[in-house]
């Protein structure tokens, strides 16, 4: 349903998740409206289906034509938070 990635925010590299449009109606089962709930109904999903914990609190958030995704803490050099 998701996937996790690395994207730069930045000169740090963040972990992040992104969801595409077509998993985040499954989730609402409607489009998302750009509400809070909306958000938080797809972060408990996201928590339910294993995401990591960070997701209940990420540090930021994006949409775009693609879909939706949550940033989460940066990576140390050695790839770890």
Same mark, same amino acid.
């Given at each position: ?20 449009? &077509?998993?985040? /109606?499954? #989730?609402? =089962? @409607?489009?998302? %409206?750009?509400? $809070? &709930?909306?958000? /938080?109904? #797809?972060? =408990? @999903?996201?928590? %339910?289906?294993? $995401? ?30």
């Amino acid at each position: 349903m998701y996937r996790e990635e690395r994207i730069e925010m930045g000169e740090a590299l963040h972990y992040a998740v992104f969801l595409p449009w &077509e998993a985040v /109606e499954e #989730i609402l =089962g @409607r489009p998302h %409206e750009g509400s $809070a &709930e909306d958000d /938080e109904a #797809i972060q =408990g @999903r996201l928590l %339910e289906e294993g $995401a990591p914990q960070w997701v209940a609190h990420p540090e930021d958030g994006w949409v775009d034509e693609e879909g939706w995704g949550l940033i989460g803490p940066a990576l140390l050099e050695d790839g770890e938070e």
